[in-house]
């Protein structure tokens, strides 16, 4: 190598004094200067830079293609990670209900299923000091039958009381005639909710009873009526009295009765 520069020095030095006169011809020319030879000064000049950024450019596209295999590699590989992962969990869980589908079906317990709905409207309204009901539009004829529980996306709104062919009669949670089982749902202590017209009230609550301001109440299942854990009403105020061994829960429904206008009822 050394023996090749030594004999080609002069066309080198020659190559370099060409490009550096060159460099700055192409200045001028840019410069607004020597217009006639702005056009062939720039086709050389165009093929000559293209020449030398040739290798530059090059090396840059593999290397930004190199940087982009990597990071996909890492995120194939992060997503593999998390599809074993699922896997491994989705095993886990179909294990679980498996198992708890052996349990059930040895305890002979029931497989629960939510129930079936009808929807319908609310077409009257009946409020006085011994009654608190509300007519439905659908009957006897749509499968509607007494004791059916009435709710909505809130809460309960009472049970079936009478039934015609085409209309029905609902006794609403808030009627003196209405009781509901239902439970606190923050310590699962349990009771029975009883109409007061325009509110609800907890029956005989002993004073030890944890039962706070707050507190939301929902249905036990327990009265056979209202499926399990469906909200009911919100206690309001909690009254103890050292003189007595109950204390006075008062509670408002979380359904807004005034502002009813479709329910759905829930059969068997």
């Known amino acids: 190598m050394p023996g090749f520069f030594e004999r080609h020095k002069k066309s080198f030095a020659i190559l370099i004094i060409f ?45 930004e293609r190199y940087v982009s295999l990597v990071r996909t590699e890492r995120e194939n590989r992060r997503l593999r990670e998390e599809l074993a992962k699922l896997r491994i969990e989705n095993q ?46 659908r009957g006897s004829a749509d499968g509607l039958a ?62 030890y009873m944890d039962v706070q301001e707050g507190d939301l109440l929902v249905t036990s299942g327990l009265d056979g009526i209202y499926p399990k854990g469906v909200p009911v009403a919100r206690v309001t105020r909690v009254t103890r009295r050292e003189a007595s061994s109950f204390q006075t829960v008062i509670a408002d429904p979380v359904v807004a009765f005034p502002r009813l206008e479709e329910a759905l009822v829930l059969k068997p």
Do not use: H
């Open 19 to 63: 490009l550096i006169l060159f460099w700055l011809v192409t200045i001028q020319v840019k410069a607004g200067r020597f217009p006639v030879l702005e056009r062939p000064v720039l086709a050389v000049s165009g093929v000559l830079e293209r020449t030398i950024t040739w290798p530059y450019r090059a090396v840059r596209s593999v290397f």
């Open 92 to 137: 886990i869980t179909n294990e679980l209900l498996s198992e708890n589908d052996r349990l059930r079906s040895a305890l002979g317990f029931r497989t629960l299923q939510p129930p079936a709905s009808i929807p319908v409207q609310i077409i009257g309204r009946e409020s006085s000091p011994s009654s608190n009901t509300m007519t439905l539009s």
């Open 146 to 207: 007494r004791d059916l529980p009435v709710i909505t996306a809130d809460g309960v709104v009472g049970r079936i009381q009478t039934v015609l062919s085409g209309t029905a009669k609902v006794l609403l949670i808030t009627d003196p005639g209405s009781t509901v089982a239902v439970r606190v749902q923050r310590n699962r202590e349990e009771g029975l909710l009883e109409g007061k017209i325009d509110r609800c009230a907890l029956k005989y609550v002993s004073y």
